[in-house]
């Protein structure tokens, strides 16, 4: 059995998740989710159970003898966090608590708990999540979430993206509708703090993998926040044209973000060493507040962005969580009265062939051809 196949996965993570369900498009797409862990996506694959894993799994974080206090990085394709990570509203680290890693501990409800299976079938599994939470103002927050997660027949993949894919190329397409919900008595609102919901996708990178998204030429301001963990290098970070492209080999630590005025609903990545296109497609509100997430409190807490990137590396200590790649989207925030919801629609599509065809739904989709994607860091 071949690692990083979607058989091997299967029978890894059966051995210490017996909640985990297979959902499958009737072909080869098959796509994995586990109530038990925090209602990930864990994996999926295009071309059936010997066919390549898409996304990226820490095998050691499920023997490690002791939790891990700050995050338990199981990894996982598509999982559910709340945000905002930091800021004077943070969900990450308790009030009056210095801003660093010492401090910073993720909610066990997105983390380390498990969660209640709704309700099941071939195509699609419904979960939920009631929890309690203190925000770093002293806010007390209840809240259910809700998630869906739901596996797409090949026509609808193409009728999603409004691409036709040819006959040689193998696909695999989910999406998540994920729900926020205020359990409490009392509102949540500017002064208070408001949560949001966050989609994260963890894939296993490459030398040759770059993330690729498209923003909004005319808007006007700064087009990403690249100094999330310190600046970006020049060379692995580059945009015009409307089109942001960013390395992600996984061998340097950087994240960056695109404010809600200039992002588009839509990401991606191309993996040139595995042929593999990559495409995210999530909602985005021009007008909405969205969180500021950095690790600081002296910042305007609704100045965050929609879409952000990370890739992962090496820190100070030469210790690296994996290494990995994301594409994330995140909701606005959650100015919800008591019983009120908000929704944040989050899928993930994988392609896998023929380079010329995968050209073509890059062009459709991301508005750039393969080879001036791989030949930004060359």
């Known amino acids: 059995m071949k690692k990083g196949s979607f058989e091997y996965d299967e029978e890894f993570l059966r051995k210490r998740d ?6 499958s498009d009737g ?4 796509v994995m989710v586990s109530p038990k862990y925090q209602g ?5 694959t295009a071309e059936g159970s010997l066919g390549k894993s898409f996304g990226w799994i820490k095998y050691e974080t499920f023997d490690q003898k002791q939790p891990d206090p700050h995050m338990n990085a199981f990894g996982g394709e598509d999982r559910l966090w709340l945000g905002p990570e930091g800021g004077q509203f943070s969900l990450f680290f308790k009030q009056g608590t210095k801003m660093e890693f010492a401090n910073w501990h993720t909610p066990a409800a997105v983390d380390s708990e498990s969660w209640e299976l709704v309700s ?8 939920s999540k009631s929890t309690h939470l203190q925000n770093y103002a002293g806010t007390e927050l209840s809240i259910k979430l809700e998630r869906d997660v739901e596996i797409m027949e090949p026509n609808a993949i193409q009728q999603v993206l ?3 894919v040819d006959p040689s190329v193998k696909a695999v397409g989910f999406s998540t509708v994920n729900s926020i919900i205020n359990t409490g008595d009392k509102v949540w609102d ?4 408001a949560p949001c919901l966050w989609n994260l996708d963890m894939f296993t990178p490459s030398p040759k993998v770059v993330i690729v998204v498209p923003y909004n030429e ?11 963990f310190g600046e970006i290098p020049k060379d692995r970070v580059t945009y015009k044209n409307g089109i942001l492209l960013f390395k992600a080999d996984g061998k340097s630590r950087g994240k960056l973000g695109i404010p809600p005025h200039r992002a588009k609903n839509m990401a991606g990545s191309y993996d040139a060493e595995n042929d593999v296109l990559t495409i995210t497609m999530f909602d985005v509100d021009s007008t909405a507040s969205y969180l500021n997430q950095e690790w600081k409190t002296d910042t305007a807490p609704y100045s965050g962005d929609a879409v952000n990137a990370y890739n992962d590396g090496p820190l100070a200590d030469g210790k690296q969580m994996g290494p990995f790649y994301e594409i994330e989207s995140v909701s606005p925030a959650a100015f919800l009265k008591p019983g009120e919801k908000l929704t944040h629609k989050h899928s993930v599509f994988h392609f896998t062939g023929n380079k010329a065809a995968l050209n073509k739904i890059a062009l459709k989709t991301l508005g750039i051809s393969l080879d001036n994607i791989s030949a930004a860091f060359k």
């Open 190 to 193: 500017k002064a208070t703090g």
């Open 40 to 44: 990930k996506v864990f994996t999926s």
């Open 120 to 127: 099941s079938s071939d195509k699609k599994v419904s979960m």
């Open 18 to 23: 017996d909640s985990l369900i297979v959902l």
């Open 27 to 30: 072909g080869l797409g098959m």
């Open 162 to 164: 409004g691409i036709d």
């Open 218 to 228: 005319s808007a006007v301001g700064k087009v990403a926040t690249t100094n999330y």
